[in-house]
């Protein structure tokens, strides 16, 4: 089975800090894992993914994630952090050994940037 | 020009009453999914088709029941509502197939309350 730990429901940085939104997940096989963006009353936008390849991935609005293997982890950073990255972001991981499988959500970490 | 489009975006409606939500995407996308967000914003797959087939279903009562009529539409009907069923719907869409490692493209959502 698969599945997905945001273990922090909120994190609150200061603008111009560097952010890290944690993210840990389990599968069985290899994962596939995302990073997504929800802003209030839209759906989710899409900001990177890490599929193979370079342990550190860029993605859009300055973001970055690190996959790390060892530690099944895939934390998004950001070196600072502007007022409207605030939002509810959501990580998510697919065991591509797995045909047929949905992608799995974690329950969401809201970032709140204060100027 | 919206990607991912549903409507309605607000829903209110009487316990027992039946409803439809509608999806459409113009990306050109194999695969439609349905999500449900609760109000704790925990999102969770209910289906997926590709190319007008049902790949994914989870564990979702059979009141639920999805209907492509092409690749490029994906609704929901939904019978009996009751008072659990009040959440945020998204349609979203990817190509290729649901297990593949693309990114997911979401609709703004359709906010569903029961009264």
């Known amino acids: 089975a698969q599945s997905v730990a945001q273990p922090e429901d909120q994190v609150n940085v200061a603008e111009g800090n560097p952010l890290t939104v944690k993210c840990t997940y389990s599968?069985?096989?290899?994962?596939?894992l995302f990073w997504y963006v929800q802003y209030p009353n839209r759906g989710l936008q899409f900001l990177l993914k890490?599929?193979?390849?370079?342990?550190l991935v860029k993605g859009s609005y300055g973001f970055e994630a690190e996959f790390n293997k060892s530690q099944t982890s895939f934390h998004l950073k950001k070196p600072s952090a502007l007022v409207s990255d605030s939002a509810l972001y959501f990580c998510?991981?697919?065991?591509?050994?797995?045909?047929?499988?949905?992608?799995?959500f974690g329950k969401g970490t809201t970032l709140s940037v204060s100027s | 020009d919206t990607a991912v489009s549903q409507t309605p975006k607000y829903l209110v409606t009487q316990m027992g009453n039946d409803k439809s939500i509608k999806c459409e995407q113009n990306?050109?996308?194999?695969?439609m999914y349905w999500y449900k967000q609760d109000s704790k914003k925990f999102l969770k797959i209910m289906f997926s088709?590709?190319?007008?087939?049902?790949?994914i279903n989870e564990t979702v009562p059979n009141r639920f029941s999805p209907k492509s009529p092409d690749k490029a539409h994906l609704n929901l009907h939904i019978n009996s509502l009751e008072l659990g069923d009040s959440a945020v719907y998204f349609c979203?869409?990817?190509?290729?197939?649901?297990?593949?490692?693309?990114?997911?493209?979401f609709g703004d959502g359709t906010r569903l309350s029961i009264l």
């Open positions: 979203a869409s990817s190509q290729g197939v649901p297990a593949s490692n693309q990114p997911q493209h």
């Open positions: 599968v069985s096989g290899n994962p596939y």
């Open positions: 890490y599929i193979t390849g370079d342990n």
């Open positions: 998510a991981v697919r065991d591509w050994g797995q045909a047929g499988t949905a992608l799995i």
């Open positions: 990306l050109g996308h194999d695969t």
């Open positions: 088709y590709n190319n007008k087939e049902l790949i």
